[in-house]
């Protein structure tokens, strides 16, 4: 969770009380958040002044600046009322153009003024710090969103979002009086500290984003640098925010959340001018959008939750409290919920009964036995999957535990299997070449543990009981589903199939399931191996297992079809065998393995 630093004498001013820290602590334990550190010791006998480190949840981005959680505190200790947020009506409101270009890059644009603010040092520092803490969580390192802020009046409306060419502008980047294009600004922040860690996000684009004003003037070619000509200061009083991103729900947020949180210093505190954006589609958009969104909320599932007995209007004040608007209705089990600009966390009705509780305090909720008394167990393919797992320790087999991601080559190619696109879950936007797709098999993460330690002496026995991952339109949920398999590797000087295939031997054993012929029909269970043609195996050398499960009675059996069915007992659950030459190469070894895989939840 992120942890944000607020001056301690200005926090505790605006709560109108001096708190010790356990006071404050309390206070923040009431509320929701956590004090992390007072360092009021710490800077005592030097210039510092008193920091109070405050972590906060993840999803409660209004409350990742100093005036967030002042205003925060201040509503619920009953302080101030919720502030209502509004939109100024200019005589000419500010026009952005957006090109169609734009749409290569990073399609969406939203805008919006401060007027006559009023900064201090302090102010001005949590300004930034704010920018700086949504470019970090919410807009995951400026990939999703991007913020620019500008001096208004030194730049002058309308403005347009192009994309172009990296060499076909050019600009004073901030802090520096030289001009460079978008190529050398790429040059010139390549081993920038702060900067360079996010060239990646644009650098292999044919075109760049860059903002104009009606001049031809730069003003930010987000995400990464903004123009030093329009750069804020303690001077400025009239703001010009810009934000790009390739979402349209993290966009809303972040502006949303800047302008809210710093309306409150403009010369009509919780005012903001609005900025027209115009759409190559002709299609246009009034940001930032401040309107409140009317929800509601049953009281009976609020006290049912809680255990509480509250009336509607008790409700309705404890609500107030955490910043919302609540009114009662004609029905008295329904409140009519108004949430504020400020909380995209509140998606649904549990979440205001979880604001609810929380004005009313989490250590005041009655305590209760639950009308049930069950006793916890295993799930049963855990259990197996434990038991699995001793014995091969017991065997002498090390457990190694590899990511559950990995690339796509490392899952095929470097298996020799081919992907028919309908397998593999892919990640839509891996944040490495690394971690391209859940994986469907153990063993690329076994070989790879091997690689990493090739240094040890041989023989090498590695194995891993865990979960891969398979599409499945059958599961209309999540339209996938996990397998827990078991794998393991056997590394030496000679293949050692014989190993590998004793501890498939020993594994049945332990499971009570007895070797049987494949012709045997009459066996009621038991399994097999039979050769197999296998691309990751050396030819010749692999086997697929199979498990006979029991007869069917052919008594309650509806049709010939049902017959056929049961009498197709023999599953396939895994294969066996000497890795292909080309699959140890893949993997950068030099020694000759052998390896198993098989489905574990077919023995449940």
Same mark, same amino acid.
């Given at each position: 969770?992120?942890?944000?630093?607020?001056?301690?004498?200005?926090?505790?001013?605006?709560?109108?009380?001096?708190?010790?820290?356990e006071?404050?602590?309390?206070?923040?334990?009431?509320?929701?958040?956590?004090?992390?550190?007072?360092?009021?010791?710490?800077?005592?006998?030097?210039?510092?002044?008193p920091?109070?480190?405050?972590?906060?949840?993840?999803?409660?981005?209004?409350?990742?600046?100093?005036?967030?959680?002042?205003?925060?505190?201040?509503?619920?200790?009953?302080?101030e009322?919720?502030p209502?947020?509004?939109?100024?009506?200019?005589q000419?409101?500010?026009?952005?153009?957006?090109?169609?270009?734009?749409?290569?890059?990073?399609?969406?644009?939203?805008?919006?003024?401060?007027?006559?603010?009023?900064?201090?040092?302090?102010?001005?520092?949590?300004?930034?710090?704010?920018?700086?803490?949504?470019?970090?969580n919410?807009?995951?390192?400026?990939?999703?969103v991007?913020?620019?802020?500008?001096?208004?009046?030194?730049?002058?409306?309308?403005?347009?979002?192009k994309?172009?060419?990296?060499?076909?502008?050019?600009?004073?980047?901030?802090?520096?009086?030289?001009?460079?294009?978008?190529?050398?600004?790429?040059?010139?922040?390549?081993?920038?500290?702060?900067?360079?860690?996010?060239?990646?996000?644009?650098?292999?684009?044919?075109?760049?984003?860059?903002?104009?004003?009606?001049?031809?003037?730069?003003?930010?070619?987000?995400?990464?640098?903004?123009?030093?000509?329009s750069?804020?200061?303690?001077?400025?009083?009239?703001?010009?925010?810009?934000?790009?991103?390739?979402d349209?729900?993290?966009?809303d947020?972040? /502006? !949303?959340?800047?302008?809210?949180?710093?309306?409150?210093? =403009? #010369?009509?505190?919780?005012? @903001? *001018?609005?900025?027209?954006?115009?759409?190559?589609?002709?299609?246009?958009?009034?940001?930032?959008?401040?309107?409140?969104?009317?929800?509601?909320?049953?009281?009976?599932?609020?006290?049912?939750?809680?255990?509480?007995?509250?009336?509607?209007?008790?409700?309705?004040?404890?609500?107030?409290?955490?910043?919302?608007?609540?009114?009662?209705?004609?029905?008295?089990?329904?409140?009519?919920?108004?949430?504020?600009?400020?909380?995209?966390?509140?998606?649904?009705?549990?979440?205001?009964?979880?604001?609810?509780?929380v004005?009313?305090?989490?250590?005041?909720?009655?305590?209760?036995?639950?009308?049930?008394?069950?006793?916890?167990?295993?799930?049963? /393919? !855990?259990?197996?999957?434990?038991?699995?797992?001793?014995? =091969? #320790?017991?065997?002498?087999? @090390? *457990?190694?535990?590899?990511?559950?991601?990995c690339?796509?080559?490392?899952?095929?190619?470097?298996?020799?299997?081919?992907?028919?696109?309908?397998?593999?879950?892919?990640?839509?936007?891996?944040?490495?070449a690394?971690?391209?797709?859940?994986?469907?098999?153990?063993?690329?993460?076994?070989?790879?543990?091997?690689?990493?330690?090739?240094?040890?002496?041989?023989?090498?026995?590695?194995?891993?009981?865990?979960?891969?991952?398979?599409?499945?339109?059958?599961?209309?949920?999540?339209?996938?589903?996990?397998?827990r398999?078991?794998?393991?590797?056997?590394?030496?000087?000679?293949?050692?199939?014989?190993?590998?295939?004793?501890?498939l031997?020993?594994?049945?054993?332990?499971?009570?399931?007895?070797?049987?012929?494949?012709e045997?029909?009459?066996?009621?269970?038991?399994?097999?191996?039979?050769?197999?043609?296998?691309?990751?195996?050396?030819?010749?050398?692999?086997?697929?297992?199979?498990?006979?499960?029991?007869?069917?009675?052919?008594?309650?059996?509806?049709?010939?079809?049902?017959?056929?069915?049961?009498?197709?007992?023999d599953?396939?659950?895994?294969?066996?065998?000497?890795?292909?030459?080309?699959?140890?190469?893949?993997?950068?070894l030099?020694?000759?393995?052998?390896a198993?895989?098989?489905?574990?939840?077919?023995?449940?």
């Open positions: 969770m992120p942890t944000v630093s607020v001056d301690k004498a200005l926090l505790l001013e605006g709560l109108e009380r001096k708190y010790t820290t006071e404050f602590d309390e206070l923040c334990f009431q509320f929701g958040i956590e004090l992390d550190d007072d360092t009021t010791e710490e800077v005592k006998g030097t210039d510092e002044r920091q109070l480190k405050i972590d906060i949840p993840a999803n409660r981005y209004d409350l990742l600046c100093f005036e967030g959680i002042l205003r925060a505190l201040r509503v619920f200790l009953g302080k009322k919720p209502k947020y509004q939109l100024t009506a200019p000419e409101m500010i026009t952005v153009q957006v090109e169609p270009a734009t749409a290569q890059i990073r399609p969406f644009f939203a805008g919006a003024v401060l007027r006559n603010v009023k900064f201090t040092p302090e102010r001005y520092n949590s300004f930034i710090d704010l920018q700086d803490k949504l470019h970090q919410l807009a995951r390192q400026r990939t999703l991007a913020i620019g802020t500008h001096d208004l009046d030194t730049i002058k409306a309308p403005f347009v979002y994309a172009l060419p990296p060499g076909e502008f050019s600009f004073a980047p901030l802090n520096r009086t030289e001009v460079y294009t978008g190529k050398g600004l790429m040059e010139l922040y390549e081993k920038d500290r702060h900067l360079g860690r996010y060239l990646h996000i644009i650098r292999d684009s044919p075109v760049y984003p860059i903002i104009f004003d009606k001049k031809d003037r730069v003003l930010s070619m987000p995400p990464i640098i903004n123009s030093d000509h750069k804020i200061s303690l001077e400025t009083r009239n703001v010009f925010i810009d934000t790009t991103a390739v349209q729900t993290k966009l947020i972040v /502006i !949303n959340i800047i302008v809210t949180m710093f309306s409150e210093y =403009c #010369a009509e505190p919780f005012t @903001v *001018e609005p900025v027209r954006v115009v759409y190559p589609d002709g299609r246009e958009v009034i940001t930032p959008n401040l309107e409140s969104r009317s929800t509601n909320l049953h009281v009976s599932y609020v006290n049912r939750c809680t255990g509480v007995k509250h009336t509607a209007q008790q409700m309705s004040e404890l609500l107030t409290r955490m910043g919302h608007v609540a009114t009662t209705t004609q029905d008295s089990d329904i409140l009519n919920v108004l949430v504020p600009p400020t909380r995209p966390d509140i998606l649904h009705e549990c979440d205001l009964m979880e604001d609810v509780a004005a009313f305090g989490f250590d005041n909720l009655p305590k209760t036995f639950p009308t049930t008394n069950t006793v916890g167990g295993p799930l049963p /393919i !855990n259990k197996l999957g434990d038991i699995i797992r001793r014995e =091969c #320790a017991y065997a002498g087999w @090390v *457990e190694v535990l590899p990511l559950i991601l690339s796509h080559d490392e899952n095929f190619a470097w298996m020799k299997r081919h992907d028919d696109g309908k397998t593999a879950i892919v990640l839509e936007n891996p944040k490495t690394e971690y391209q797709i859940v994986r469907t098999s153990l063993l690329p993460g076994i070989l790879k543990t091997i690689r990493e330690n090739k240094n040890h002496a041989l023989p090498m026995q590695a194995f891993e009981v865990s979960d891969v991952a398979f599409k499945d339109p059958t599961e209309t949920e999540r339209m996938a589903r996990n397998e398999h078991v794998a393991a590797v056997y590394c030496n000087k000679a293949a050692g199939f014989e190993v590998i295939h004793g501890l031997d020993k594994l049945m054993l332990m499971l009570n399931i007895p070797r049987i012929s494949p045997d029909r009459d066996s009621a269970t038991g399994y097999y191996i039979r050769e197999a043609n296998e691309p990751s195996f050396f030819p010749g050398r692999a086997a697929h297992i199979f498990l006979r499960r029991p007869f069917l009675p052919a008594e309650g059996l509806d049709s010939m079809k049902d017959m056929s069915n049961a009498l197709e007992r599953i396939q659950v895994g294969t066996l065998g000497v890795l292909h030459p080309d699959v140890l190469q893949a993997f950068e030099a020694f000759p393995c052998s198993l895989e098989f489905n574990l939840e077919a023995f449940l």
